[in-house]
């Protein structure tokens, strides 16, 4: 992991508002794409997730979680009815403002040599098919991603697609 990318904590976002504010924001700027994530939805993301982190107060964040998680997302339950193990990208955002610096990507290289290390063979997430998003398809695919499945979601107002990048060095 690059200097830049810090761990994400629930004790520390409850002892600087301010990082907790800067998060949400970024979130809510991106909420179509994302979800809508209340302060205490954004601690409880943080507190069982695989992997927490940011880049400066607010300029991007990953926040994915293993099988094992206690996590009741659509998508976070698709995967975990199709494989064993997983590390669920349940978001990656990147602030406008920070756009083309390589945020992104850095903070997926980490989670995939973290996923590694851990024993994981895939990392998995979904990317909205309506509404479009065709920079994170183009995104992602660079990354090696590929589709593995689709869903309409009703209740969101959105249909996903699947995708999974396995990992190299994985012992399962």
Partial sequence: MTDDIVPLDAPGLAADPGLAEALLALNTAHEVELSPLTPTGLARLVETAFAAWRIGKGEAMVIAFDQAADYDSPNFLWFRDRYETFVYVDRVVVASSARGRGHARRLYEGLFAAAE?????????EVNSDPPNPQSDAFHAKLGFAEVGAAHLPDRGKQVRYLERHLARASE
Avoid: D, E, L, S
């Fill in 117 to 125: 290390q851990a024993g994981h063979r895939r990392i998995v997430c």
